[in-house]
């Protein structure tokens, strides 16, 4: 999009905190020897410099913020390159000495002029029009610079890459937009990237299934469950059939909506497609059935969790216990736990204090001390979060005794296990 186009007023680009730092490390300035580090001064307007245009991505300033934007865009006077060697502080002359030797001189420069740069001196706009102008810089320019900044997790980064869309010279596409809308999503700002977004659109460049995408990511980690689903409804109107990220994000959607159902529901349709969701997504569904007790649920979600090809661990056998021990179905939970046990899973602490929990729910002590009983038969020493569920049922039990003998034993076994790997 051109300048010409650019709205009148635009909000920080930058977060405050990230501004805050970097106005705190460039107003400490101590004094060194010349150089040839050339760094942004005002001198008087030139009329031929032309301003990068204002980012269209930012929510548009209103009230008092708007009048500040307006009068920076009109009649700010230009800026010129010119040598200010003991500008520099020496943690940014150690910055410019660590960028890579191989850099093209006109990236350099640029990175010279960021790692240098004073917000009560020029804007960045300012920094990347004169950059523009002078070494007439391309897409690889652009992207060596952004790749740089990126690299050194510098404040400006997001910045950059706003102002560099709207730069002829980066030929902005669509993937462009798609990144800048995941970095937004990282930072949930939320409005930049529908704004981000609407830009996009008003450029020519039409939507794919990526970014829209990216936007159903980001309206579910924000509870807008209803943009979410309006967009993947749109994502079906393209007309091309749906990945596995498509669908794997609505499935997302559902669980933290808490519709675990209607999750399962897709993910069904996945397999009729012979499309497989991530781990992540079948590990969320289970999760959240297990979470609200639904046995029936996550045990299907099991199910197809191996059906796909993931191998089950020691932590979704846990969940899958978890579903039945909450719901008192301590038979079903034993099961789970032998089964992990047959298939060569070795069966972690929590799954063991969660058997416990099961058989403590039907108050079934006998089966619970059979069961310890047959775990120490087999070499298994529980830990510290089954050892405190055994003994905090004793306790309520009033088997003051007991407790303390099973403090003692669980101590004297991690001791031993202490000196065994010692």
Known sequence: MSAATAPSSSLSLVSNLHLQEWRRLTSVRRRCSPSSIRVLVPPHRDRGARPLASPLFSSPAGGENGAKAENLEVGRPSFKWVEVGPRATEEQRIAISN????????????????????????????VLAAWVKIMKPSRADWLAVLKELRKLNHPAHLEVAELALLEESFEANVRDYTKLIHWYGKQNQ?????????????????????ILTAMVDMYSKAGHFDLAYKTFEEIKLLGL???????????????????????????????????????????????????????????RVFDAIQFAGIIPDARLCS????????????????VAFENMRKAGVEPSDKCVALILHAYERENKINKALDFLIDLEGDGIIIGKEASERLAGWLCRLGVVEEVELVLREYGAKETDHGLSTS
């Not at 409005?191 to 990526?210: P, S, T």
Request: charged share 25%.
């Open 319 to 334: 969940l899958l216990i978890n579903a039945y021990a909450t719901t008192g179905q301590s038979d079903k939970a034993l």
């Open 99 to 126: 960028l890579p030797f191989k850099m093209a001189k006109r990236r350099k420069a640029l990175m010279r002029q960021i790692i240098c740069f004073d917000p009560q001196r020029a804007t960045l706009s300012d």
């Open 190 to 210: 939320l409005q930049d990237a529908e704004n981000a977004l609407l830009a996009m659109k008003q450029r020519g460049l039409i939507c794919d299934q990526v």
């Open 241 to 299: 059939p749906l990945d596995k990220r498509s669908y794997g994000s609505m499935v997302m959607v559902y669980i933290r909506a808490g519709m675990p159902e209607q999750g399962e529901i897709l993910l069904r349709e996945m397999d009729e497609l012979e499309i497989f969701a991530g781990s992540e997504v079948y590990k969320a569904l289970l999760r959240a059935y297990s979470m609200i007790g639904n046995a029936e649920g996550a045990q």
